[in-house]
């Protein structure tokens, strides 16, 4: 149970092109899923709190308008990274928070298989 | 905002031996979770421990909030235990995590 998919699971694109990155809870419903970023051999940094319905938070010294967030439902967020370019080539990492059903722990946060993407 | 520090960030061991990795935290936590992150990339969720004792098979781990750390003890360590481990919390009425520095392990034949 509480299953998190991500696609695509690896991309390529040039530079100055968009491009989207799903993140799915497959057996529960999710209302706050969270993005992350992680570059070779450090850890996990939090970028934005996506809460469905509303606008997503972002953290400190994240681009609000190059990385775009939507949660349109309780089973899905977007990531759109806007204009990309060869820094922000990096791995990407969606979470989705348990409800406290049968599923899903309260507050325990599961997370997707990540994207990798490149940009030249 | 908070800090997680963990320790050792490194961690050589043969297969079969066991190993204690810590996880020290600068405030007050009401969550906090162990991941394994495989070599792959995928996070996967070893234990919801904010306080207390928790068992799954040859893994355990022990939170002492009122201290500020956690440990997580691996026993008869396997190679499939190879990866990086991470503690996370989480603090006050906000769901977001912050992860710590993580600790790369390596268990050889």
């Known amino acids: 149970g509480a299953v998190v998919s991500q696609h695509p699971s690896r991309v390529i694109c040039k530079s100055g092109t968009s491009v989207k990155i799903e993140c799915r809870s497959l057996?529960?419903?999710?209302?706050?899923m969270f993005w992350y970023r992680q570059f070779p051999k450090q850890s996990l940094m939090l970028m934005a709190t996506?809460?469905?319905?509303?606008?997503?938070?972002?953290e400190q010294g994240v681009e609000k308008d190059k990385f775009l967030i939507n949660h349109a439902s309780l089973t899905l967020s977007t990531l759109t990274v806007t204009s990309a370019h060869p820094e922000d080539s990096s791995f990407y990492i969606c979470?989705?928070?348990?409800?406290?059903?049968?599923?899903?722990?309260?507050?325990?946060?599961?997370f997707g298989p990540g994207t990798r993407l490149l940009v030249l | 905002g908070i800090q997680v520090e963990q320790s050792p960030p490194d961690l050589i061991l043969q297969e079969g031996a066991n190993s204690t990795l810590r996880c020290n935290f600068s405030?007050?936590?009401?969550?906090l979770q162990w991941f394994h992150q495989n070599p792959w990339g995928q996070l996967i969720n070893l234990f919801y421990?904010?306080?207390g004792t928790k068992q799954n098979g040859r893994l355990s781990a022990t939170t002492v909030a009122t201290e500020r750390y956690s440990l997580l003890y691996i026993s008869s360590s396997q190679t499939t235990d190879s990866g990086v481990y991470f503690c996370?919390?989480?603090?006050?009425?906000?769901?977001?995590?912050?992860f710590g520095t993580g600790t790369r392990l390596q268990v050889t034949l």
């Open positions: 979470s989705a928070r348990g409800g406290g059903g049968r599923v899903a722990g309260v507050n325990t946060q599961y």
């Open positions: 057996d529960f419903q999710a209302t706050t």
């Open positions: 996506s809460n469905e319905g509303s606008k997503a938070t972002y």
């Open positions: 405030d007050s936590v009401n969550n």
């Open positions: 421990i904010p306080s």
């Open positions: 996370a919390v989480g603090a006050g009425t906000a769901s977001k995590l912050t």
